[in-house]
């Protein structure tokens, strides 16, 4: 299974790297991973907020900053498989924005199995 989420800022790389080591996660219980597009959004949505505070911001600086109005994604911030491919053939993914998890690489040490582009 391959997932991407591309999101336009490269700040939050530690959320959507942790992110997708939960996605992984859910994926590896019972190696099945038949969510819709709007499924993933809902779910993302609902996750990005509370890993956004647990592990890159704890509530240190941004004080009027809203994780839950920014850290947003859409449907069509979402590829899936053969779609990965062809974003990135057609894209500039060099700053750090895209972020794909590859199960077929699960087992490699370093988390080699999510990418950020």
Same mark, same amino acid.
């Not at 997932?3 to 019972?30: G, S, W």
């Not at 850290?71 to 924005?97: A, F, P, Q, W």
């Given at each position: 299974?391959?997932?991407?989420?591309?999101?336009?800022?490269?700040?939050?790389?530690?959320?959507?790297?942790?992110?997708? =080591?939960?996605? *992984?996660?859910?994926?590896?219980?019972?190696?099945?991973?038949?969510?819709?597009?709007?499924?993933?959004?809902?779910?993302?949505?609902?996750?990005?907020?509370?890993?956004?505070?647990?592990?890159?911001? =704890?509530?240190?600086?941004? +004080?009027?900053? +809203?994780?839950?109005? $920014?850290?947003?994604?859409?449907?069509? #911030?979402?590829?899936?498989?053969?779609?990965? #491919?062809?974003?990135? *053939? +057609?894209?500039?993914? #060099?700053?750090?924005?895209? $972020?794909?998890?590859?199960? #077929?690489?699960?087992?490699? +040490?370093?988390?080699?199995?999510?990418?950020?582009?």
């Amino acid at each position: 299974m391959r997932l991407a989420i591309n999101f336009p800022d490269n700040d939050f790389v530690n959320t959507f790297v942790l992110l997708m =080591r939960l996605i *992984k996660e859910a994926y590896v219980q019972d190696e099945t991973f038949n969510f819709t597009k709007a499924q993933i959004v809902e779910i993302v949505n609902g996750l990005l907020p509370g890993i956004y505070r647990l592990f890159q911001n =704890r509530f240190i600086r941004r +004080s009027n900053f +809203s994780p839950h109005a $920014y850290l947003r994604i859409e449907e069509k #911030d979402v590829y899936l498989e053969e779609e990965i #491919d062809d974003y990135m *053939k +057609s894209e500039c993914v #060099d700053n750090g924005t895209f $972020y794909v998890l590859d199960t #077929d690489l699960i087992g490699y +040490s370093n988390n080699a199995y999510i990418y950020c582009f």
